[in-house]
C-alpha cells in the first residue's frame, strides 16, 4: 500500500525489504547521526523509518539517497541495484554483514508475527558468498529465527534462516512466506489448482491445500538459502 503526499510524490508504507535498504544506506555514513543530519531528521527518526515504527517522509529519503549516492528509486522501491560504493558491497571487507529481524517463522501451527524490527547482524565471510551464493546481492538477504517442529530434521525450532527477499516466485522449494497474519517457512508446491503447503515433519504436520481463491492472501518473504543452528540451545 502506498499513500499520496500533497506535492504528489508517494512514500511506500513500510516493509522489511525498505528497512533493509535504509540500513544499508545508514551504515554508508560514520553513524546514525550522521546519517540522520544528511536526511534532515533526528537519529531517533532515522532509527524509526528503518525500523518501521513511522513511516518515512519523501523529503528525507530523498535527502539521504543523494547523500549517499544511491537512487532514490532504489532506496523507495528496490527497483534498481544498489551501487558498489555500499559498506555492505564494498570489496574492501572480507565480511558481509546481514541483517537480522525479530519477526518468528513458524514452523508449526502458526504463531501471530508482529511488525519487525533489525536486532542485530550475523556476519558471513564473503568467500562463503562467492562460493556458495554466487551472483546474490547480499543486500537483498535478511535473517529470520524459526519456530516449532513442523519442519524438522531440515529446520529446527531456534534456528536461524537466510533468506532471499528478491525470490518470491512460486515456485518448489522452501519459502518464507505470509499466510493471513502469520508468517510460515514450508515447502510450496504449485499445483494446477492451487498450492500445496508440506511440512517436513509430516507424521505429525500433514500438508495444507490452499485454492487458487486463497492465494491472494499469500505474500512471499523470499527464499531459504541456508539454515545456521546452535547445537546447545
Known amino acids: 500500500m502506498e499513500h499520496e503526499k500533497k506535492d504528489g510524490k508517494q512514500v511506500p508504507a513500510y516493509n522489511i525489504e525498505l528497512g533493509t535498504r535504509i540500513s544499508s544506506v545508514i551504515r554508508q555514513f560514520k553513524s546514525l547521526k550522521e546519517a ?6 533526528t537519529d531517533e527518526t532515522l ?36 551501487p558498489e560504493q555500499t559498506t555492505q558491497s564494498r570489496k574492501d571487507t572480507d565480511t558481509v554483514l546481514v541483517p537480522h529481524y525479530d519477526a518468528r517463522l513458524a514452523a508449526g501451527d502458526g504463531a501471530l508475527n508482529g511488525r519487525s524490527n533489525i536486532i ?15 551472483g546474490i546481492n547480499p543486500d537483498r538477504l535478511i535473517i529470520l529465527d524459526v519456530a516449532g517442529d513442523s519442519m524438522e530434521p531440515t529446520v529446527s525450532d531456534g534456528d536461524q534462516v537466510l533468506i532471499d527477499t528478491k525470490q518470491k516466485e512460486l515456485t518448489d522449494g ?4 505470509i499466510l493471513g497474519e502469520t508468517a510460515h517457512i514450508k515447502r ?27 492465494m491472494s492472501n499469500v505474500k512471499i518473504i523470499g527464499r531459504a538459502l541456508w539454515v545456521g543452528r546452535f547445537l546447545v540451545r
Open 120 to 134: 542485530g547482524y550475523v556476519p558471513f565471510s564473503r568467500d562463503f558468498f562467492h562460493k556458495k551464493l554466487a
Open 36 to 41: 540522520a543530519s544528511h536526511a534532515g531528521v
Open 188 to 214: 510450496l508446491r504449485l499445483f494446477f489448482d492451487g498450492l500445496e503447503v508440506i511440512s517436513d515433519n509430516r507424521s505429525l504436520y500433514p500438508s495444507q491445500q490452499v485454492t487458487r481463491e486463497q
Open 174 to 177: 522452501i519459502m518464507a512466506f
Open 47 to 82: 532509527a524509526a523509518w528503518r525500523d518501521g515504527k513511522t513511516e518515512p517522509k519523501f523529503i528525507g529519503l530523498q535527502k539521504l539517497a543523494v547523500a549517499a549516492g544511491v537512487s532514490l528509486d532504489w532506496l523507495a522501491s528496490g527497483i534498481e541495484t544498489l
